[in-house]
Every structure is written in structure tokens, then in C-alpha cells.
């Protein structure tokens, strides 16, 4: 898919200006500084950078999590209109999300078959017997290697880190989503799981032909699995393009500096520019 | 939440307290079947008697009598009548006397009794004594050897048609009645109060009040704390500034005293339990709301409240089951704080004469405010406030203890 021409599809979701101010007292913070941006259909997009720069703050901004402050983001061609909860419901089929945090990211409360009915009530299946949620149910969780009969009546803190980002995978699933943004969904995984996991983003994206907006502080990562990449720094897109332009060609200093902090196995690590 | 209750009831403190309270519960339910009746009945015309059974004297002398010959038993009716001041008068009466005192013990009747038949003697005049310590001195001593002669008492009667004093019965020293045979009898574990009122029956009515005031304090405070607390935390923006705006104000009130001026303006007249429960309530709910807001803040950006969000649940649903269940065990100890401190609240303010109206429920401060106004501390009638105290005690240490149990549960941190 990486050598296709991406830029040829139709905008999924875009950007001009996009800015968010936090005001606490007399003090602003300027998390995100008119950064643009065009997604196209089907592509894998990674936004990489340092923590503090910006990426969290964004990813809640296309999620509609959290109020722009300037700017405007562009869902479909459209301006996106989040004004109530109807239309923000509308919104939230289009583009989901799987957080950094598996353990933080189920309500402890809830059992697993009410997060995947959910899904499926999400999907205009409220209506559906109770024996074709089930089948929907086992489905998604086989595709995520998961026993949907060894989860029911289980609570998603009675599952590994590893099971539960999957289960968050089958949420996807369930839920086929036009955008996915995966806020740094490996980095509390061990790289075993980190692999599968992976795996099953690709795969999942070929099977439904979503945009995943994958959100990384790890460039090494970020060019084995994205179309295209965008460097962030302190709120501002220093540097984007396709991930073999961006990363074999780096043109500003800070990717430099990132791909040079990356750990290479048969090389001693360069400590010079890391404490830099 | 099997495991959490589990887990709550194999703390040692919290079984505590929850047992302590239980007990009080208890008591609240079985002794109003045991002992029935209007708890404010006044059944004794005279002020403060003493715990204990009560006999009727009228129905002793008709009933049925035994007899036992007690060696000790003229010995303990003598030192029954002489009083503490009289040995005290007794000893001065023999010293004056120049009598050799040596080895007798105040506390010794026998000894000090043969001492004074031996010396004693109405004509001797002694220095410095006036015609009534005189008198005094002679009336002791009637007493004194009456009570020794005397065998029998005569109870006399008038007959109505004639209006002639009939001899009744006579009643030996030797008689003595089956307590279980006296038709009338009366036990008073804790006597009665300044209105002659059972106390202990009066106590466990009050008890259920105080308790049902806290409970209706409680919820009302842990409600509007609550509400507001969520509300505040969740929302955020002007809504937050506007909540703990008022917060603020009622914080640095001191709330005892808005109570006292609230419970004031109310009146008399319409100060119920009800009424002072749910003032005691909208004035305590200021620290449930600072410390729910606190909380929710820290979960309103937690993932899993996105990811619902992201599901399309609505407000109300994100509040009931992604906000309330995570701080659900600390409004629950709030909860038990506030009923505490609600039973507290209602005895100061009682004890200030600004509680519930008198005339219908007693209170435990109610009970405390009666026994201060008739100087029940005063006069020594411990009875009257001492097991109200240990009541209200009791009940608070119980719940403080059961919160403090909780706490240790659901913050692990503290466990020892």
C-alpha cells in the first residue's frame, strides 16, 4: 500500500490552523500552534514526537474531546459540526479511538459483555436477537485470538495488558470506524504483544479500509508501519511527508535528533546526543 | 462487590463499630417490646429518683409474709438510720465528753453505739453547746433507743362509719415479703428525670430520634454535596466557578453558627425533628462537595470516561456509571461522617434550648438540655445526662470507627 499513490484518494480528515490554548489564571499554555494537516482515506498516519509536544492534546482535538481554541478540522470534505450530542454521536461512528493505557481504559465496573454490546447498540443493532449479538460478539473477538466464551461474565481487570488492548481491538472491530486514532496503543505492551497487536491494526485496516492515525514517540515504529508521518515539536509540525522521504531524508534538526535517539541493536548508542 | 463486602467485613474496626452500632440498633427495637408506652409519660410526681426497684409500700402490708430471724438484721437497720452527720455529731459529742476514743472507727455502728449508751446522758451540760444542739442531742437519742426497743409497728386504719382508729395489722421486725408477691412494683434501671419520666425508656426512644435525625441530616447534606460535587467537577467552566463560589461562602461561615441562627429564625413552633434534621443538612454538605468535585476532576479525563464518551453515552449515563461507582465507597463514608456529625450537631444544638420543639419526641440533646436546666450535674443525679453522654458517645465513636474500618479497605495505603 505504501507505494500506491495515497495523496490521489479523497481528504478523510483535515485541518487549517488548528490551536489549543490552555488558560489556567493569567498563565497560557499554547499546547497545539496552528498545526494543518490532510489525512487521506486509507492511509496510516503517524504523528510522532517528544512527550510534551503536543500529541495527546491533538488526538483528543480530532476526537472531539476537547474544545479548538483556533482553527478548523474538516471531516469528509465537511466542516465538522460537534455542536450536540446528536451530531457528536454521528461523529464518534466516524473516528474512535484506543488509548496508551489498556488498564485505565475499561470502566472497572462494567463487564466485557456490556462494553462489546455497546459497540454493537452503537452500530444500530440495538434492535438485533440476543443469539446474532452473541455470534457479532464471538466474532470479534476471534478475529482478535480471544474465546468470547471464556470473557462473558469477566471483568476487564481479570485480563492481561495484552488481552485487553485486544479487546479494545475488537471494540474497533465491532464498531468499523472511517478513522481510528491509536493514542500510543503499544507502548504499555511488551514487544510480543506489541507485534500482534500491530498486526491486527493492519490487518483490521486492509479488512474495513480505515485511516489510523497512529500516535507514536517511537520513529522506529513509526516508519516500519505508516504511509506518511508528521514530526511534532512543541506543538508545531516541524517536518511531514511519506515515512521514506521523512525518515531516510530527514530535513529538520529535530528529526535528526529523534531518529539518531533511536536504539540500534549491532551499534553503541550514541549517550552524546540523547542528553542533548 | 461480594469481594469488597468480604473485604469491608473482615476489617477489625469496622466489624467493631458495626457491631457497637448494631447492639444500639438493637436496644432501639427490643426494648420498646419490652417495655411499652408513651416515652414521655410522667409517672413520677417528685423529681429525680434514684435508679432501682421500686416496692409499693401500701400493697407490702397486705401481702403475705415469711419470717426470718437475721442475726446482722438490727445491726444494718441502725446503721441505716444513723446518717453521716449524726456519727459525725455523735464523735464531736464524745470527745467533748472526754471520752477515750481510741480504736473506734466512725464507720464501726457497734462500737460507737456502746459508747454512747455508756456515756451518754441528757443532763450532763457541756461547754459551748446551745438549747438546740441540746435538743438536737436528745432527739438522737430517742431515736436511737427506739430503734433498738421497738419489735413490732402497728398499722392503723380509720373506719369510715365510726371514725375510730382501728389497729390494721402490726408488722413484725422479723416479717419480710416476697418482692414477687407485691402487687405493684416498679424497676427504674436509670430512674426517672426532672418530669419524673422513665429514663432508660425515654433514652431508647431518644436514641431512634437522634438517629433518624442524623440519618435525614446525612442524606440531605450527602445528597446537595453530592449533586453539586459532580456537577462541578464534571462540568467544569463557568458552572464550576459558579458552584464553588457558593461553596466558598458557606465555607468560611462557620456552619454551627448559620444552624444557630437558622434553628433562631425558624421558632420555636416550627422546629420538629424533621424540620432541624434537614436545617442540620443543608448547612453541613459544604466539605462532601469540595471533596467529591476533587475526585471527579481527577477522573473526568481518565480514559475510560473518553472511551464512553466516544460510545455515545449520555451525561447522565457517564455520571451514574463511570463517575458515581469509582467514588461511590468515599460518598459512603462521607455518608457515615455526616450522620455522626448530624447526631453531634443536634445534641449542641438541643443543649442550647435551639433543638426540636419539646413537646412531642425526646432527643438526646433534648435529654441534656432538661438535665442542665434542673441542675441535674448539680445536684449529683448522674443518672439524668451521664448515660445520654455515653449514648451519643457510643453511637459516634461506632460510626467513626466503622469509616475508619472503610477507609483502610478502599485505601490500601493506610492498612497497617
Known amino acids: 500500500m505504501r507505494n500506491e499513490d495515497i495523496s490521489s484518494r479523497p481528504l478523510c480528515l483535515s485541518g487549517r490552523g488548528v490551536t489549543k490554548i490552555f488558560t489556567t489564571g493569567k498563565t497560557r499554555t499554547v499546547a497545539v500552534d496552528h498545526v494543518d494537516f490532510e489525512f487521506h482515506e486509507g492511509e496510516l498516519i503517524s504523528i510522532v514526537g517528544e512527550s510534551g509536544s503536543g500529541k495527546t492534546t491533538l488526538s483528543k482535538m480530532l476526537l472531539g474531546l476537547l474544545n479548538i481554541t483556533e482553527g478548523e478540522i474538516l471531516f469528509q470534505g465537511q466542516p465538522r459540526d460537534i455542536s450536540n450530542m446528536h451530531k457528536r454521536r454521528e461523529y464518534w461512528r466516524g473516528i474512535q479511538a484506543i488509548f496508551q493505557d489498556p488498564f485505565s481504559s475499561f470502566n472497572v465496573f462494567n463487564k466485557i459483555d456490556t462494553v462489546l454490546l455497546d459497540c454493537i447498540n452503537m452500530r444500530g443493532g440495538k434492535r438485533l436477537p440476543m443469539e446474532k449479538k452473541i455470534e457479532m460478539m464471538t466474532e470479534a473477538c476471534s478475529f482478535v485470538n480471544l474465546k468470547f466464551a471464556e470473557l462473558t461474565n469477566k471483568y476487564p481487570f481479570e485480563l492481561s495488558g495484552g488481552q485487553m488492548q485486544r479487546l479494545m481491538i475488537a471494540r474497533i472491530f465491532l464498531l468499523k470506524p472511517k478513522i481510528l486514532l491509536a493514542d500510543e496503543p503499544t507502548s504499555m505492551i511488551d514487544a510480543c504483544s506489541r507485534a500482534t497487536i500491530l498486526d491486527m491494526l493492519l490487518q483490521l485496516r486492509d479488512e474495513v479500509g480505515m485511516t489510523i492515525i497512529f500516535i507514536t514517540h517511537d520513529i522506529g515504529l513509526a516508519y516500519y508501519i505508516s504511509d506518511s508521518v508528521y514530526i511534532m515539536e512543541h506543538g508545531k509540525f516541524v517536518e511531514s511527508g511519506s515515512a521514506d522521504d521523512v525518515i531516510l531524508n530527514p530535513k529538520a534538526a529535530y528529526t535528526k535528533r529523534l531518529i539518531s535517539d533511536v536504539p540500534k541493536i549491532y551499534e553503541p548508542w550514541d549517550l552524546n546526543t540523547v542528553a542533548q | ?416
Not at chain 2, 12 to 41: D, H, S
Not at chain 2, 54 to 66: F, P, Q
Not at chain 2, 362 to 377: D, E, F, I, R, V
Open chain 2, 1 to 416: 462487590m461480594k469481594n469488597t463486602l468480604r473485604q469491608v467485613f473482615h476489617s477489625g474496626k469496622f466489624v467493631a463499630g458495626f457491631c457497637i452500632f448494631a447492639f444500639i440498633l438493637l436496644m432501639m427495637i427490643i426494648y420498646p417490646l419490652i417495655n411499652p408506652g408513651n416515652p414521655l409519660e410522667r409517672i413520677g410526681v417528685g423529681t429525680f429518683a434514684k435508679p432501682g426497684t421500686y416496692v409499693s409500700l401500701y400493697d407490702t402490708v397486705d401481702t403475705e409474709t415469711e419470717t426470718f430471724k437475721l442475726a446482722d438484721a438490727d445491726d444494718k437497720r441502725l446503721a441505716k438510720i444513723l446518717s453521716d452527720s449524726d456519727r459525725v455529731s455523735m464523735v464531736e459529742w464524745l470527745t467533748q465528753a472526754e471520752v477515750d476514743l481510741t480504736g473506734v472507727s466512725m464507720n464501726d455502728t457497734e462500737k460507737l453505739l456502746d459508747l454512747w449508751h455508756a456515756n451518754y446522758d441528757d443532763s450532763i451540760r457541756l461547754k459551748g453547746m446551745t438549747k438546740a444542739q441540746r435538743n438536737y442531742y436528745v432527739r438522737l437519742n430517742n431515736s436511737l433507743n427506739n430503734a433498738s426497743k421497738a419489735d413490732t409497728l402497728t398499722v392503723t386504719d380509720v373506719d369510715p362509719d365510726t371514725n375510730e382508729v382501728v389497729e390494721k395489722t402490726k408488722i413484725q421486725k422479723t416479717d419480710y415479703v416476697n418482692v414477687g408477691d407485691v402487687a405493684n412494683t416498679k424497676t427504674l434501671p436509670l430512674g426517672t428525670d426532672n418530669f419524673g419520666r422513665d429514663v432508660l425508656k425515654e433514652l431508647v426512644s431518644a436514641c431512634g430520634t437522634s438517629i433518624m435525625i442524623g440519618l435525614i441530616a446525612g442524606l440531605v447534606a450527602t445528597f446537595i454535596g453530592l449533586l453539586l460535587g459532580l456537577l462541578a467537577g464534571y462540568l467544569g467552566g463557568v458552572a464550576d466557578d459558579i458552584i464553588m463560589f457558593i461553596t466558598n461562602i458557606f465555607t468560611v461561615i462557620p456552619s454551627f453558627v448559620l444552624l444557630i441562627l437558622i434553628s433562631y429564625s425558624l421558632g420555636q413552633d416550627q422546629r420538629g425533628a424533621t424540620t432541624v434534621a434537614i436545617v442540620i443538612g443543608l448547612t453541613s454538605w459544604v466539605w462532601t462537595t469540595r471533596s467529591v468535585r476533587s475526585q471527579v476532576i481527577s477522573l473526568r479525563n481518565r480514559d475510560h470516561v473518553n472511551l464512553s464518551k466516544l460510545s455515545g453515552h449520555s451525561l447522565m449515563r457517564i455520571i451514574m456509571t463511570d463517575i458515581l461507582p469509582y467514588i461511590a465507597s468515599y460518598v459512603v463514608m462521607a455518608f457515615i461522617l455526616q450522620v455522626s456529625s448530624g447526631i453531634l450537631a443536634e445534641a449542641q444544638l438541643s443543649l442550647l434550648g435551639l433543638g426540636p420543639k419539646t413537646t412531642e419526641v425526646p432527643t438526646l440533646g433534648l435529654m441534656m438540655n432538661w438535665a442542665m436546666l434542673y441542675s441535674a450535674h448539680l445536684n449529683g443525679s448522674w443518672w439524668a445526662y451521664f448515660p445520654v453522654i455515653l449514648t451519643i458517645a457510643g453511637i459516634s465513636f461506632s460510626m467513626n470507627l466503622m469509616n475508619t474500618g472503610l477507609d483502610q479497605v478502599f485505601n490500601p495505603t493506610l492498612r497497617d
